[in-house]
Structures are given as C-alpha cells and as structure tokens.
C-alpha cells in the first residue's frame, strides 16, 4: 500500500495488543431444533489475530454471523467497544467498522473487479440520487477520492491487471483476494475472514497469510479468523478458539490449545 | 480512422472514470447526436419521423427504465406499461388542472406521480423475489388500468377514459409538427439515457447491482438493500412515466389507458431481453429492434413469397421471429445485442491480431 497511507497507519498505531474490545458473553444460537452454538464465551482484544478452529459443523461460520450481526443469538450478550449490543442489524455492524469475507465467496458476480471493491466505501459515500444522476461537482469529486483509496488497496492486494475485469471470470484464489478487498475499503476496524485460504495452492496460501498479516501490521485492523489449515493458524494467531459440536473445548495461546487434552481428543478421536 | 486505445494513457482517475474512456466513443457519442439530432430531422420523412424514429425513442426511455429496475437492480417487472400510463395521465391531469404550467414541469410530475406509485408497488419486493415479485407487479399493471378506465376524473370525464394531449408549448413555441416533436423527444430521451449512465456508474448503480448479485453480502458491506430496491421502482417508474407522457404527447396525442395493456408491458421485456439485461444502450438497440423488425417483415415477406401466404402469415411470422429470437437471447447471450455490439468492438480493438 502506499507510503503515505501505510505510515499514518503504523505509527498511529502499531502492532500492540490492546484491551478487549469484542466480548462475548454465554452465546447460544440454534435453528428450529438444531444448536449451532451453545453457551460460548470469548473475547476478542484490539489489534489481536483471533482464530477459531474446529471440525466442519462446529459452528465457527455461525459466530461470526453472530458477531456482525447477520444471526441474531436466542442467549447471551455482547459488547462492543465497551457498550452492550442489542439486536443489530448488519449494516449496523458495518457502520461500528466491523466488515467480513464469506467461507463460500460472496462477491457481486456481474460487477468489475473495481466495482466490487467500490461497493465496500459504500459507507463513507455521502452522494444521493440526483448528484449522481448529473455527475457534477461533489458527485464527480466523490467518486475520484473514492477510486483513489480503491486503487491503493488493488495495488496493496497486487491485482492492478484484473482491476476491470468481471469477478465471475476470475480463478477462485483471485475472487479470494477480492473479497479481502472489498472487506479492507471499508477500513474496517475488525475484520472477520472465513475460510480465507480455503481451496487455495501453497502458493495462494502464502500470499494470503502475508496480505493478512500486513493488514493487521500496518493498520492495526484486529482479526477474526477462520482456518482449516493448523500450521498458518499455529504460525499466525495470536490466541486460538476451539469450537466442537457448538461448544468451546479450548481457549488460548497457540501453543496452550495444541497441548489441550480436549482438543487433542476432538482433533484425533472425533470422527469427524 | 482505427478504433484503438493505444495511446490513449489514463494519467488521472478521473480520465478514466468517464463515460466513455476511450475517445472514439466519446466522439461517437457526439456524432450520433448530432446525426440524429440534426440531420435526421432534417432529411427523414414525416412517415419515418411519426412512425419510427420518435415510438423508437420513447420505447428506448421506458426499456432503459426497466433494465434499470431489472437489469442493474435484478426485480422482475411486469408493470411496466401501467406506469407509462400514470405518467401519461398524471401529465395531462397537471397540465389540466395547473393553469400555465410549463409543459417539461408537466412531464417532471407526471414522472414523479409514476414514480410514487412504482414505490407502492414496489414495497412487495422487500419481502418477495423473481417469479413472486413478477407477478405482483401484474398486479400493479391490471389495478392501475382499472382505475384510470373506472374513475373518470382521471380523464376529465371523457367517455372510456380517453384523454387528448394538450399542446406542447415551451417558451412560447409550439410544438407541432413532427420535426419539433421528434427533436423534443430526443432531447428528453438523450437528457435522461445520460442521467441513467450516470446513475449505473456511481454509487447508487453499484448498490443497485449488488443487491441484484447478493444481497447479503450487500448488507454486510453497508448498503441498505430495501432501500437501493425501493430507489430502483422509484427511479424506473419515473422514466417509464416520462416514457408514457411522451407516449401520450409527442406520438401518439390521443390515449387510452387500455392502450398500456400487459402486451406493451411485454413488448417493453422483450426489448431489454433482445438489446441487452443491465445495458443503457441496449435498451436502444432493443426498442430499434422491435419497432423496425415488423416493419422490415411486412416488406420483405411479400418481397420474397408473393401473395401466396396470405395476409394473416406476416403476422403469425413476426411472432415466430420474436419467440425464436427471444428464446436465443435467454438461452445463448443473456446480454442481448448489447453485448453482441461489445463483443465486436472488442474484436475490433485487437484487430487483427486475434487475441
Ligand atoms: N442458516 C442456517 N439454518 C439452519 N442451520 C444452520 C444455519 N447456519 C448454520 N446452521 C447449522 O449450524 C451448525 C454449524 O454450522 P456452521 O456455523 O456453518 O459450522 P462451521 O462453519 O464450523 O462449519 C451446522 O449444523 C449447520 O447445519
Ligand atoms: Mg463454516
């Protein structure tokens, strides 16, 4: 990303761990019969990598739809940044700078490369209707600006040469590295990322590892994140959450998870 | 003169962010104007400008309204007529009732009382998708037709609710002879396709087609996909409300609300199925394609075949045409001609080299 940018972030902020800023607080979610999560308890600290791991069905996709808002839990609490979360909606979670990528990628197929990433400075647009319409003056201004924190993030992400094309006709590893794009224009605060090297080559994985780690370097963004892949999560987390059938089984350090009698169990005897 | 980029180097986003990025279309877009703006109406014939040339433009004005509702914000419409028919009456109820209003305020309004109702109708499309959605706004297309033949105010009680358009007079000027009346309508459909670029290629268009693609991951991002719905009826009834007051005062001058039946509803689908889903300018090529095809049937047949098939086959062949061809752009090219035109310009670019 560029000099500029990259500096008023880092010095700003830094990589130090923080307070808590994500608590979350005997969660529990279930659909018709079925418990996706049951009273599950962790936090998440600013600037931190946060994973959760666990087999597939543990329920780690249903926490962080429970984090921004797209599931809403039948128990439990949340704060925020200190203040306590009612129902919220989404787009309400995008406002506080929390944005996220799917594990099954969720891009606007029938839009350019740009314009899906543009669709993640949605919130700091301010144009309506008719400025837009005539293209004039602020609208016009808007735009540019707009296009222009866009292309730092193209050239960060190191994909200048797809910028116009479709994202339906990209590889999947390439949609990949637009949907972190799209989360990133955001300048989210906290961003959560399912399954981001999913599917990916040894190549592609590292690629991705070195992207999350520089997000999360330069601009201090704290991360939640989703991974099947044990040697990136062990290499890269600061702290590790182990879900299994709904529960939490483990919390801590990588190296405090790894000799966890429980997650050994659920890792080697499971069945799963 | 080749039509090639070389050359051309975007040395700003805002170069790049045009319209049209490269210059032979810029300049195209200038020249087609001006030909049509011009020297069209100074050569074509009365037949050409009354019978072809000004429906093509209008019928372009509401297409372009539904690829906006159904090409970039993905809600199928099958209303589209019904608010062509609360523009056309709603204009001529404001030009009725409000002494002295000028005739382009008329037009706004009658587009805006369209676009109010198209909001009303659209509040289904909040809770329903596609073939559900499709057929609420059938709904919307009979109930309007309804109500402008069943009270009779809306026509200033004329008898089966038709209504005569006023004059057009703007600054003092009429606008009577089919020359005027076309470049008047020119200007409103180039005025307003312009205003639709714009829109599809800023922020407002990028919510419009995210929603479309996925609107959960809309909502994640920021983008409040009841509203960028509720905005797209809006805005799609209002040009479909202009398209109808046009329809009304600059073609055809007597209407009748029976006149935008479900067939013209269809008509309008199928010329944003042929020229291109999520394409201004197919929504040209579309309605071009439609009105000329009839056209081009009645005098070729009877060219070719003689008398021999009789007068009901031209018309049992144009319907043939149609479904085949409709059928071909679902199934083969989605994007219509628009894309067919791309595809060649694309060809075009690279040539002749082949990739
Ligand atoms: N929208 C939903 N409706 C019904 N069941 C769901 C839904 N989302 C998740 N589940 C169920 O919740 C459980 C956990 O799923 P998920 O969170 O996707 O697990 P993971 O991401 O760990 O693989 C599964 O049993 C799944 O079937
Ligand atoms: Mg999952």
């Known amino acids: 990303m560029s000099a500029a940018m990259a500096a008023e972030n880092t010095v700003a902020e830094g990589r130090r761990i923080g307070d808590v800023i994500l608590d979350l607080q005997g969660i529990s979610l279930s659909f018709g019969g079925v418990k996706a999560l049951t009273n599950i308890s962790f936090n998440v600290r600013e600037h931190e990598i946060r994973s959760i791991i666990g087999p597939n069905g543990a329920g780690k996709s249903s926490m962080l739809n429970v984090i921004n808002g797209v599931y809403h839990p039948q128990e439990g609490q949340i704060h925020f940044r200190g203040s306590p979360r009612?129902?919220?909606?989404?787009?309400?979670?995008?406002?506080?700078?929390?944005?996220?990528?799917?594990?099954?990628?969720?891009?606007?197929?029938?839009?350019?490369?740009?314009?899906?990433?543009?669709?993640?400075?949605?919130?700091?647009?301010?144009?309506?209707?008719?400025?837009?319409?005539?293209?004039?003056?602020?609208?016009?201004r808007e735009e540019i600006a707009h296009r222009r924190k866009v292309e730092e993030i193209i050239d960060f992400l190191e994909i200048q040469s797809i910028r116009k094309t479709p994202v339906g006709r990209l590889p999947y590893g390439l949609q990949k590295r637009v949907e972190l794009g799209r989360a990133l224009a955001a300048e989210p605060s906290m961003l959560l990322l399912d399954e981001p090297m999913a599917g990916m080559n040894v190549e592609e994985k590292q690629d991705m590892c070195r992207f999350i780690l520089d997000v999360n370097d330069q601009f201090g963004t704290t991360i939640v994140l989703i991974e099947h892949d044990m040697g990136v999560v062990m290499d890269i987390s600061d702290r590790v959450v182990v879900l299994d059938y709904g529960k939490k089984i483990g919390d801590g350090t990588p190296d405090e998870v790894k000799n966890n009698p429980d997650v050994i169990a659920a890792y080697l005897g499971g069945g799963h | 003169m080749l039509y090639r980029e070389a050359g051309q180097f975007k040395t700003s986003y805002s170069a790049d962010q045009q319209i049209f990025p490269i210059l032979q279309d810029r300049y195209g877009y200038w020249v087609i104007l001006a030909i049509f703006g011009v020297l069209v109406p100074m050569l074509a014939s009365e037949y050409w400008l009354k019978a072809i040339l000004i429906p093509v433009l209008i019928f372009s004005l509401a297409a372009i309204g539904l690829n906006i509702l159904t090409g970039y914000a993905g809600q199928l419409s099958l209303g589209s007529a019904a608010f062509m028919a609360v523009g056309a009456f709603g204009a001529y109820n404001f030009m009725l009732r409000i002494d002295g209003l000028p005739f382009l305020v008329a037009l706004i309004l009658g587009g805006l009382a369209a676009a109010a109702v198209g909001v009303l109708f659209g509040l289904p499309s909040l809770r329903i998708k596609g073939f559900y959605l499709a057929v609420a706004t059938l709904a919307a297309q009979f109930f309007i037709v309804w109500v402008l033949v069943k009270f009779p105010w809306f026509s200033n009680n004329a008898s089966s609710g038709v209504i005569t358009a006023q004059d057009v007079v703007i600054l003092g000027y009429h606008f009577d002879g089919p020359q005027a009346k076309y470049v008047l309508t020119l200007g409103v459909v180039a005025a307003l396709a312009l205003a639709a670029k714009n829109l599809v290629r800023t922020a407002t268009g990028r919510a419009w087609m995210a929603v479309r693609d996925m609107d959960v991951a809309a909502e994640v991002i920021g983008i409040r996909p009841m509203r960028a719905k509720l905005v797209a009826f809006a805005v799609s009834s209002f040009y479909c409300g202009v398209a109808g007051a046009l329809y009304a005062y600059t073609y055809l001058g007597t209407v009748e609300p029976e006149g935008f039946n479900l067939d013209l509803s269809f008509k309008i689908l199928f010329m944003i199925i042929i020229g291109g889903v999520g394409s201004i300018m197919g929504s040209f090529l579309g309605a071009a394609f439609i009105v000329l095809l009839p056209i081009l049937l009645d005098n070729v047949v009877p060219a070719i075949f003689g008398n021999a098939l009789g007068a009901g086959f031209a018309s049992n062949l144009q319907l043939i045409v149609f479904g085949g061809l409709i059928i071909f752009f679902l199934i083969v090219e989605p994007h219509g001609l628009a894309r067919l035109w791309q595809i060649g310009k694309e060809k075009l670019r690279l040539w002749p080299f082949p990739h």
């Open chain 1, 86 to 140: 009612q129902k919220m909606d989404p787009h309400q979670a995008a406002a506080q700078g929390i944005a996220r990528t799917f594990q099954n990628i969720a891009l606007f197929k029938g839009m350019s490369v740009l314009d899906n990433i543009m669709t993640g400075r949605s919130l700091k647009m301010k144009c309506g209707l008719l400025r837009h319409a005539l293209y004039w003056g602020p609208a016009q």
